[in-house]
């Protein structure tokens, strides 16, 4: 059985400082794909990043990075010198080779205070 | 590129009675999954559609079906609501099924039961 466990229900932090998000995973499968996902209070999934379970280079775009580990089964995410924008519920997710559908951890809330 | 688009964006319905949401995907995506999103069960896969076929189904009962059309577009439908039926409604369309395409999500379709 596949799962997704985001042990921080919420998160808050003071402007500017930096953030991670943690992210555990659970499969038996040796292909699969690790997504972040940002839904701010209008409700829309917006889409951060997929990772390959093949390909372990940690990624960074502007003042997100990524930290992806299967020794640990871990993907974990780090927001750098945060700011009120970034205040939502984040959503780690796994989905399997050849199947469709997500299995998404419960989310983070975070809250970045001015 | 215009992104997934779901309508109605609210919804106010009485027990007992059916709903019926409609997706739009993303131009060139073939491929549809729908998720309910509620505060306690969270994001949960409902059912993903490719060619017109339902080619995946979440753990829920019979009373959620869904179709999906020749121009891709799908439409979920909700007989006999109840009140654990009020949820977020989410829409999510890829190019392809499985592989490493990524699901983009529409802005949801919020349902309440009375």
């Known amino acids: 059985a596949q799962k997704v466990t985001q042990a921080q229900t919420e998160i808050s932090v003071v402007e500017k400082e930096d953030v991670t998000l943690d992210c555990v995973y659970e499969t038996r499968d040796t292909t699969y794909y690790l997504f972040w996902y940002k839904q701010p209070p209008s409700g829309e999934l917006v889409f951060l990043i997929r990772?390959?379970?093949?390909?372990?280079q940690n990624e960074i775009s502007g003042r997100y990075s990524w930290n992806f580990q299967k020794s640990t089964s871990s993907f974990n995410f780090t927001i750098t010198a945060s700011q009120v924008v970034d205040s939502a519920v984040y959503f780690c997710?796994?989905?399997?080779?050849?199947?469709?559908?997500?299995?998404f951890g419960t989310g983070t809330r975070l809250t970045v205070i001015p | 590129k215009a992104g997934v688009t779901q309508t109605p964006r609210y919804l106010i319905k009485t027990r007992g009675q059916q709903v019926t949401l409609s997706c739009s995907p993303i131009?060139?995506?073939?491929?549809v999954s729908w998720y309910q999103q509620t505060p306690g069960q969270g994001l949960q896969f409902l059912f993903e559609?490719?060619?017109?076929?339902?080619?995946n189904k979440g753990n829920f009962p019979g009373r959620f079906s869904g179709r999906q059309f020749s121009n891709s577009r799908s439409e979920m439908n909700v007989s006999t609501l109840e009140l654990g039926d009020s949820a977020l409604y989410l829409c999510?369309?890829?190019?392809?099924?499985?592989?490493?395409?990524?699901?983009?999500f529409g802005p949801g379709t919020r349902l309440t039961v009375l």
């Open positions: 990772r390959n379970s093949f390909d372990e």
């Open positions: 999510a369309s890829s190019l392809n099924p499985g592989g490493t395409d990524t699901q983009y």
């Open positions: 997710a796994l989905r399997l080779a050849g199947a469709n559908n997500l299995f």
């Open positions: 559609y490719f060619s017109e076929t339902q080619r």
């Open positions: 131009s060139g995506h073939r491929s």
